[in-house]
């Protein structure tokens, strides 16, 4: 996130014009961490400690080349396929399954709490209605980023683009028009996508991949889950904290094999304790 040009405002021959200069590398330091901080203050979290820890993970995301880019003078646009700013990251990624996953652990420490055990059975409740801050979350981080592009002049662009030539795109808006747009450089951000092995059907209805499974509004009494990587792991731990039986299936010799022996000990350890059964 650190910028490597600034334009300044400079007097030439009675006219003032707007010139690209190069940043010392001392200045490049002062100016991320002061656009660290800035940002962070307008993010949604509770303490300043998670906003910074948020803004940390966004701009590690790549969420933050838009502002690098416009902080260093040039015309920026950013086109999203959604009718929402905010990409996979804030729609159907990491900002849901965390809201997801802290709300389940609120309610797994009233569960331990005697005084709370006698409100009723999590498991009746539909996962939609436990994803209600999870919305109310995506709707907010929205809010912020719309803002962000408002206050740097970011224009916005909602529809499928395509490539015609190296310096020239063409968007089909989600109303049905048509936006041609040339650049200079361009900047890949589409984000990713569950895998779809061809021999699993995942129209479905009781097949979910990791974006679907946000969907579910109805209860379920056991889940198996094929895939014991990061989100397979993250998705047991929320599910089996709502009370449903969990079986991970790990193709694996260890969960999460490219971690210390240790830490992936530790993980299978604790899902274990929680109920999950690992196969």
């Known amino acids: 996130i650190m910028p490597t040009v600034e334009v300044k405002s400079r007097r030439v021959g009675g006219a ?59 015309k920026v646009a950013v086109i999203d396929a959604r009718p929402q700013v905010g990409g996979n990251c804030t729609h159907v990624g990491t900002i849901p399954s965390k809201a997801l996953r802290q709300t389940v652990f609120n309610i797994m420490r009233y569960q331990r709490d005697s005084m709370f055990q006698r409100v009723g059975e999590l498991r009746n409740v539909p996962l939609s209605q ?28 909602f529809g499928d683009a395509q490539f015609l030539d190296d310096h020239t795109v063409k968007i089909n808006t989600l109303e049905g028009g048509h936006e041609v747009l040339t650049f200079e450089d361009a900047v890949i951000a589409t984000g990713s996508r569950p ?16 974006d679907k499974i946000l969907t579910l509004n109805y209860p ?14 993250e998705y047991a731990s929320i599910f089996v904290g709502l009370g449903y039986k969990v079986d991970l299936i790990n193709t694996q010799q260890q969960l999460l094999s490219y971690l210390d022996d240790e830490i992936a000990d530790a993980l299978s350890y604790y899902l274990r304790e929680l109920g999950v059964l690992i196969r």
């Not at 002061?34 to 940390?56: C, F, H, P, Q, V």
């Not at 895998?195 to 209805?205: A, L, N, T």
Request: net charge positive.
């Open 16 to 74: 003032t014009f707007q010139i690209p200069s190069e940043i010392r590398p001392d200045r490049r330091i002062s100016l991320s961490i002061k656009w660290m901080i800035s940002y962070s203050r307008g993010r949604n979290e509770k303490t300043m400690a998670d906003r910074l820890a948020g803004e940390i993970i966004a701009a590690s995301k790549g969420e933050g080349a838009a502002m690098k880019l416009t902080k260093e003078g040039k």
């Open 130 to 157: 436990v994803l209600a801050r999870a919305h109310k979350i995506i709707e907010q981080q929205v809010q912020v980023h719309t803002r962000f592009y408002d206050r740097n002049r970011v224009d916005m662009y």
């Open 195 to 210: 895998y779809h092995p061809s021999d699993i059907d995942f129209s479905h209805p009781r097949v979910f991949d990791s």
């Open 220 to 233: 379920v009494h056991k889940l198996i889950i094929y895939g014991a990587g990061v989100i397979g792991c």
